[in-house]
């Protein structure tokens, strides 16, 4: 297994392992997948201020994570959003874990303290949305610390969004 940076020319098969999520899922709240060149524009601009990191085994991306803003504006330099994605046949096998261990080891070295997970929450789970990444973040320590109700609208249903936090470092 080999944990490292992202870069612009891994778009290609990151995108292939978030395409699923926008496609067949409510785990993300996108409705049509990104052309390549956009991905690779969102790669080098996360890298621009915040880690993007990519988790390989066998020679093979399985899942990525990155940092990003906030919000925008200076009060809140000292926090970052989390995001994380591992590819659909390959849960179950360690990889978040260890992918969030790299972010956090990575944020850890800046002024960053607390972490923030925007994560899709349904109601009831369906056949687009589980509880799977709340528990997953539950796991590594976060907790929920708000909800937004019915705000996100996609496969026509109504997903709630919360909102989960981990302090990183005081």
């Given at each position: 297994?080999?944990i490292?940076?992202?870069?612009a020319?891994?778009a290609g098969r990151?995108l292939?392992?978030?395409s699923?999520y926008?496609e067949?899922t409510?785990?993300?709240f996108?409705?049509?997948?990104?052309?390549?060149e956009e991905?690779r524009?969102r790669?080098?601009?996360?890298?621009?201020?915040?880690?993007?990191?990519?988790l390989?085994d066998?020679?093979?991306?399985?899942?990525y994570?990155?940092?990003g803003?906030?919000?925008?504006?200076a009060a809140?330099?000292r926090?970052c959003e989390v995001?994380?994605?591992?590819?659909k046949d390959?849960?179950?096998?360690?990889?978040g874990r260890?992918?969030y261990?790299?972010l956090?080891?990575?944020?850890?070295k800046?002024q960053?303290?607390?972490?923030?997970?925007?994560i899709?929450?349904?109601?009831i789970?369906d056949?687009?949305?589980?509880?799977?990444?709340?528990?997953f973040?539950?796991h590594?320590?976060?907790?929920?610390v708000?909800?937004?109700?019915?705000?996100?609208?996609?496969f026509?249903r109504?997903?709630?969004m919360?909102?989960?936090?981990?302090?990183l470092q005081?």
């Amino acid at each position: 297994m080999l944990i490292r940076t992202a870069t612009a020319d891994d778009a290609g098969r990151l995108l292939e392992i978030y395409s699923y999520y926008v496609e067949k899922t409510a785990v993300s709240f996108e409705y049509d997948v990104p052309c390549i060149e956009e991905f690779r524009t969102r790669i080098r601009n996360t890298l621009k201020r915040y880690p993007y990191i990519v988790l390989e085994d066998e020679g093979k991306i399985q899942g990525y994570t990155y940092a990003g803003v906030f919000k925008n504006r200076a009060a809140y330099d000292r926090s970052c959003e989390v995001t994380i994605y591992i590819d659909k046949d390959s849960k179950g096998k360690g990889y978040g874990r260890a992918l969030y261990k790299a972010l956090e080891d990575e944020l850890r070295k800046t002024q960053i303290t607390n972490l923030y997970a925007c994560i899709g929450d349904p109601e009831i789970e369906d056949e687009y949305l589980t509880k799977d990444s709340e528990r997953f973040h539950g796991h590594l320590g976060y907790k929920t610390v708000g909800t937004f109700h019915r705000c996100g609208f996609k496969f026509g249903r109504w997903y709630n969004m919360i909102w989960m936090e981990k302090i990183l470092q005081k």
